[in-house]
């Protein structure tokens, strides 16, 4: 419903952010990455939001990128994980640190955030397994995969048709070196198929 905010920084207390656009007051709730990063008071700002309806609220959370909500996002879809619990995460960790504590499984890096627990913290990994952006795999973010430019194009195409990214590197390993990144994308299709 709402998707971006562009206004004045009217007020800052943290996790509350208060953003007047055209007179009108809006109240955003922010991790702490991102109420980190904005400018002073009385300075233009852009949030991404995510608008939240419960029951007994109607709650807007804010991200100065699109990684923060998209990993919100993922977050939120986690039974027994709410909004209030995923802004903890993303307040504890940014999200390269959380891409690489789902691709380590590191169940300890999230035990460090106040509120998740080992049991939460094991089924945030299992949850969130391959479902990170395709900007911010958890291969990449470890750095053990050295891609090159055409690499990672055939991985992000195969990612944008529904692939995993597991099924991607697999195609990829099968591929010949030096293949070209429309060859590539055909053969790894072919032997997904």
Not at 51 to 57: G, L, M, Q, S, Y
Not at 139 to 153: C, F, K, N, Q, Y
Not at 165 to 174: C, N, P, Q
Request: hydrophobic letters at 45%; aromatic letters at 4%.
């Amino acid at each position: 419903m709402i998707g971006r905010l562009t206004g004045l920084l009217a007020e800052k207390n943290p996790p509350l952010v208060l953003v007047d656009v055209g007179g009108v007051g809006y109240e955003v709730d922010v991790p702490m990455s991102t109420f980190y990063n904005l400018p002073p008071l009385g300075e233009r700002v852009t949030l991404l939001t995510q608008f939240v309806v419960r029951e007994d609220a109607q709650l807007l959370y804010g991200f100065l990128s699109h990684e923060e909500r998209q990993a919100f996002r993922q977050l939120i879809k986690i039974s027994g994980i709410g909004p209030r619990m995923a802004l903890a995460v993303l307040s504890g960790l940014s999200v390269t640190e959380l891409a690489q504590a789902v691709a380590a499984q590191e169940a300890r890096r999230l035990v460090k955030v106040p509120g998740i627990g080992k049991k939460t913290a094991e089924r945030l990994l299992l949850e969130l397994k391959d479902k990170l952006s395709p900007t911010l795999t958890p291969i990449e973010a470890l750095g053990t995969v050295p891609r090159h430019d055409h690499e990672a194009d055939i991985v992000q195409a195969l990612i944008a048709l529904g692939y995993s990214e597991r099924d991607a590197d697999t195609a990829l390993k099968a591929l010949p070196p030096g293949v070209s990144v429309s060859d590539g994308i055909r053969m790894a299709l072919k032997s997904l198929g």
